[in-house]
Each structure stands twice: as structure tokens, then as C-alpha cells.
């Protein structure tokens, strides 16, 4: 399965925690990210990601073009709600996509937990069928 990877400033050492516990079952996927977070990803698990240009200078919505391509199948975005961002539309839209082309995302820790086990055993093979 193909995997976007987003986390908010104020989310990447948690987005790097999660990646470290659930490393066995990533490594398995295809990984891909906006940029800083793909690099921190990368230099903790030794994972391979696919890295996009950082957040606001245009990696969501470069991850925004695959899902609406059908290339990604699950999104774990953990993002910021208590800070305003400026570039709060493209995030906007990267989730009104998830929505549109049936996308699971995680926009939260515990989501995100949930979506991984799900991964794990195989609940997620209906979007191979989908691609």
C-alpha cells in the first residue's frame, strides 16, 4: 500500500514516535511525505520515503494530486489544531480529497493507531481492489 505521511511543527517528534513503535509494519508499504517530516521519518527508522516538497511550499498538495490519481491508499496526517496556519486551505483540501476518493486519514494519534492495527491484519486490502 501506497502511505502519505504529514505532521504539523508542533506534531513531527510525535509523528517520528509513531513511525519508530509501527516501523514493522510500515516497512512493509511504500512511504511517501512532505519533505522535512519525510527526512525526520527517515533518519530515525531508516525507512525509505518518497519525500515531496515541504507543507507550505506546495508537498500537500503534491500528495493531494496522487489521492486524487487513486496512487495513495491511507493518509496519517497528524496536524495542529490550535495553531493557525497559513497555508490552512491546501490542508483543507488535502482532507476534503481523503473524503472524496475514500481515502482512510487520520488526522489524530489515536486514529492513527486504530488505522495502523487495521493495516496490520489486512483491513485495508479493499483499496487494492479500488487501484
Request: aromatic share 6%; glycine share 6%; proline share 3%.
Given at each position: 500500500?501506497?502511505?502519505?505521511l504529514?505532521?504539523?511543527?508542533?506534531?513531527?517528534?510525535?509523528?517520528?514516535?509513531?513511525?519508530?513503535?509501527?516501523r514493522?509494519?510500515?516497512s512493509?508499504?511504500?512511504l511517501?511525505?512532505?519533505?522535512?517530516?519525510?527526512?525526520?521519518?527517515?533518519?530515525?527508522?531508516?525507512?525509505?520515503v518518497?519525500?515531496?516538497l515541504?507543507?507550505?511550499?506546495?508537498g500537500?498538495?503534491?500528495?493531494?494530486?496522487?489521492?486524487?490519481?487513486?496512487?495513495?491508499?491511507?493518509v496519517?496526517?497528524?496536524?495542529?489544531?490550535?495553531?493557525?496556519?497559513?497555508?490552512e486551505?491546501?490542508?483543507?483540501?488535502?482532507m476534503?480529497?481523503?473524503?472524496i476518493?475514500?481515502?482512510?486519514?487520520?488526522?489524530?494519534?489515536?486514529?492513527?493507531?486504530l488505522?495502523?492495527?487495521?493495516l496490520?491484519?489486512?483491513d485495508?486490502?479493499?483499496?487494492?481492489?479500488?487501484?
Amino acid at each position: 500500500m501506497n502511505i502519505g505521511l504529514i505532521a504539523h511543527d508542533e506534531k513531527k517528534k510525535l509523528m517520528q514516535n509513531f513511525t519508530i513503535a509501527y516501523r514493522h509494519i510500515l516497512s512493509k508499504h511504500e512511504l511517501y511525505a512532505t519533505g522535512t517530516t519525510g527526512r525526520l521519518i527517515e533518519e530515525v527508522t531508516n525507512l525509505t520515503v518518497h519525500k515531496y516538497l515541504t507543507g507550505h511550499l506546495g508537498g500537500e498538495q503534491q500528495l493531494g494530486s496522487q489521492i486524487a490519481h487513486n496512487q495513495i491508499d491511507l493518509v496519517f496526517f497528524l496536524r495542529d489544531p490550535l495553531s493557525p496556519k497559513s497555508h490552512e486551505p491546501d490542508v483543507n483540501a488535502l482532507m476534503r480529497l481523503c473524503d472524496i476518493h475514500n481515502i482512510p486519514l487520520a488526522t489524530n494519534l489515536a486514529t492513527a493507531e486504530l488505522l495502523i492495527k487495521a493495516l496490520e491484519r489486512g483491513d485495508l486490502e479493499w483499496r487494492n481492489i479500488i487501484r
